[in-house]
């Protein structure tokens, strides 16, 4: 296993992500869905369809190795985002945005409340949550950031066609901790096909036991699974269109 982790790691994806590099914006092409096509088989043992796709999972790695239109990247930049958003629902809907800017140096630490997040806006999981200002190594901060920023995560993650991530210019975010009863708020996604939601999921405690729950567009249990655990709560409910739905279903 460790060997296979090596190659894996240190071979096949090297060749997948230069081989993208060579590509830049251009969709993939039949050399690219080859490379690809064996991270697939290893995660869902089989042979995908990237260019009729019909799973769900080939429906998702089709558009990030096909889809190149220009509001991917938009709605990938957490920074522009911001403004898209608040010309389709409003600015009462954004997280609160204390600073925003390229240089860790730069952040006004001292003019900041007691508990926000730190992140940047190019990528998955580059976050800090700062639950106790005065508890913060400013400096580990900073450099973790640094770090973060340099990076692509376009070309320099993974196979490297998360092409959405591959033009945000890299910027620094502090914004406003969200808080359920002091955990990280419940994470709703939905999952939109040919311009309708089509499936929901539900993200519970991110930062620390990560569990998912999902639904079908009826609010029917089941239909996608995540490499993550199920969510165990017995007592717990979700309010959509003003109504209550409980797991597990009485």
């Known amino acids: ?14 060749l997948c992500r230069a081989y993208a590099r060579r590509l830049g914006d251009r969709p993939a092409d039949a ?13 869902n043992h089989r042979w995908p369809n990237f260019v009729q796709p019909r ?12 889809g190149r239109d220009p509001r991917l990247t938009i709605i990938s930049d957490k920074l522009r985002v911001r403004d898209y958003v608040a010309s389709k629902a409003g600015n009462e809907y ?16 001292n003019e900041l409340p007691q508990r926000f997040m730190l992140k940047t806006n190019h990528g998955c999981g580059f976050l800090l949550a700062v639950n106790e200002k005065a508890s ?48 990280p708020p419940t994470d ?20 620390t036991n ?11 249990p089941g239909g996608m699974h995540f490499d993550l655990p199920t969510y165990q709560g017995t007592s717990s409910a979700l309010r959509i269109t003003g109504q209550w739905y409980f797991w597990p279903k009485h």
């Open 94 to 109: 954004l997280v609160p945005l204390y600073w925003s800017g390229g240089d860790p140096d730069e952040i006004p630490f």
């Open 188 to 207: 709703y996604k939905f999952w939109c096909f040919g311009g309708r939601v089509e499936c929901i999921s539900l993200h519970f405690d991110r930062f």
């Open 55 to 66: 799973s769900f999972s080939e429906q998702v790695w089709s558009l990030q190795l096909h």
């Open 136 to 183: 913060l190594d400013r400096e580990s901060a900073k450099s973790q950031l640094r770090e973060w920023l340099g990076v692509n995560y376009c070309r320099d993650v993974f196979l490297g066609i998360a092409w959405a991530y591959r033009n945000i210019p890299p910027k620094i975010l502090v914004e406003a901790l969200l808080e359920e009863n002091g955990k």
């Open 1 to 14: 296993m460790k060997l296979a982790n090596i190659i894996q790691k240190g071979l096949y994806w090297p």
């Open 31 to 43: 050399n690219l869905r080859f490379l690809c096509g064996f991270q697939f088989w290893h995660l």
């Open 210 to 220: 990560h569990s998912t729950l999902s639904f079908d567009r009826d609010f029917e």
